[in-house]
């Protein structure tokens, strides 16, 4: 079986738009783009470089345009997001010339494809695929980097698709410039209590 893994950018209040640029994703009237800029250092491109292991990936429809119109001609920082499967869940979608990729428009073939063998998914992007995921509990584990900003307005990672789940902290580390690398795998159902009994 194989796992799915979201890896995110994220605010301090959990908005998750636009990360990379101010063109990436303007949608809703969103003015922040690129608001990672300022707080990428040395360290964080270590930890990503980390985190950009060899992986099959699965991804929405608007992330999967985005990374085709970008990464084929910039194969050196990231060779593997083209040699990696790319599976792409959209109901406009059928075919890309971006090679190693496939189309799917059902939750149920999500579902096969985690139970399939192979190499885990690494879910880049994708805020709405994400939501799906969620909702379904599909996530296996978070990758999240934190930034230390907060901008009130954007698509948000858990968001309308967020449902009652436990997680626990595997990895973690804070660069200088404030960012948290922050990794989680599911940890069954919410358990509640009360404090000091």
């Known amino acids: 079986m194989r796992k799915i893994i979201v890896l995110s950018f994220i605010t301090l209040d959990g908005v998750m738009q ?14 922040y783009g690129g608001w990672v800029t300022p707080y990428f250092d ?6 990503m470089e980390k985190q950009l ?46 090679k190693n990729s496939v189309f799917f428009n059902r939750v149920d073939d999500i579902k096969k494809l985690k139970e399939s063998e ?27 980097k934190i930034f230390p900003v907060t901008l009130h307005m954007g698509k948000r990672l858990f968001g309308e698709g967020t449902i009652p789940a436990a997680f626990t902290l595997t990895e973690s580390s804070v660069t200088k410039s404030g960012v948290i690398f922050a990794n989680y795998k599911r940890a069954g159902k919410v358990e509640t209590g009360t404090i000091g009994v």
């Open 18 to 31: 636009a990360p990379g640029g101010p063109e990436e994703d303007t949608s809703g009237g969103f003015k």
């Open 42 to 47: 040395e360290a964080s491109g270590k930890a």
């Open 53 to 98: 292991k060899p992986a099959d990936y699965l991804l929405g429809r608007k992330t999967f345009e985005i990374f085709a119109a970008y990464w084929p001609e910039h194969n050196d920082f990231w060779p593997g997001i083209n040699a990696g499967m790319k599976y792409v869940l959209s109901n406009s979608m059928k075919k890309s010339e971006w």
């Open 118 to 144: 192979g190499a885990d998914l690494q879910v880049h992007g994708s805020g709405e695929l994400i939501q799906t995921l969620l909702k379904h509990d599909l996530v296996d584990e978070l990758w999240l």
